[in-house]
């Protein structure tokens, strides 16, 4: 049974970084079929992918034109996780950020319990 | 960029009624990378559909979907009260990768 399990602050200062982690039980972060995640949610942008890691005889990270400058996506093999850094936030980075699996067929099929962070001085 | 318009906004429907719900594509996309998912408050997305037809695992025959190029449709045929929730559209693509609609609210009548 795969599970995805979030952790991280739920309150971010102005201009700090954004740091989320996602455990990963029942799969592996260097799957060679599966990729790994990040999408934010909030009231004004909807659902918002941000961007991805995965492995692939080496390691691929992609990310959204949107935050690309400010985001980082790292594995951990050791601890079969992987982590997002956004950089320089502003009250709009307010979402609930969740870890997801995608799939050979460019969906998401297993998704962590999402993560409140607000921006806020 | 390919921006996917969900509609009904907000659909007031009956347990037992029929649901039929639209996303339609800015330009035509593969339906290879079409999915729908739904979400209840407080729960992350599921995912129902994937491949514009092709049911995920463990969801109910009720829920099918359907279409190609531009318009896709996503139907529920008698309606559950479990199904009363939100409904966004997503697709795979090259600039932003993957995009969702705005979503349809299923609420009851």
């Known amino acids: 049974q795969i599970q995805l399990q979030q952790s991280g602050p739920g309150l971010v200062k102005p201009s700090q970084t954004l740091s989320l982690t996602c455990a990963i039980s029942?799969?592996?972060?260097?799957?060679?079929?599966?990729?790994w995640h990040w999408i934010r949610q909030s009231p004004s942008r909807g659902l918002e992918w941000l961007g991805r890691?995965?492995?692939?005889?080496?390691?691929?990270?992609d990310y959204a034109v949107s935050v690309k400058s400010r985001m980082t996506i790292n594995p951990d093999t050791s601890k079969n996780q992987f982590s997002l850094q956004l950089n320089s936030v502003t009250p709009e980075d307010t979402a609930v950020y969740y870890c997801?699996?995608?799939?050979?067929?460019?969906?998401?099929?297993?998704w962590g319990q999402g993560a409140l962070v607000t921006v806020s001085s | 960029e390919i921006v996917l318009t969900q509609s009904p906004g907000t659909l007031s429907l009956s347990p037992g009624e029929r649901a039929t719900l639209s996303c339609r594509a800015s330009?035509?996309?593969?339906?290879?990378?079409l999915a729908w998912y739904q979400q209840k408050p407080g729960q992350a997305p599921r995912l129902l559909i994937y491949?514009?037809?092709s049911r995920a695992t463990g969801i109910p025959d009720r829920f099918s979907g359907s279409g190609s190029g531009t318009d896709f449709t996503l139907t529920i045929s008698r309606l559950e009260p479990e199904d009363f929730a939100v409904y966004y559209c997503?697709?795979?693509?090259?600039?932003?990768?993957?995009?969702f609609g705005q979503g349809t609210k299923v609420e009851i009548k």
């Open positions: 330009q035509s996309v593969s339906s290879s990378y």
């Open positions: 997503q697709h795979y693509g090259t600039s932003p990768k993957w995009t």
């Open positions: 029942g799969d592996s972060v260097s799957s060679n079929s599966a990729t």
């Open positions: 997801t699996r995608g799939t050979v067929y460019a969906n998401f099929d297993y």
């Open positions: 890691t995965y492995y692939r005889s080496k390691w691929y990270n």
């Open positions: 491949g514009a037809s």
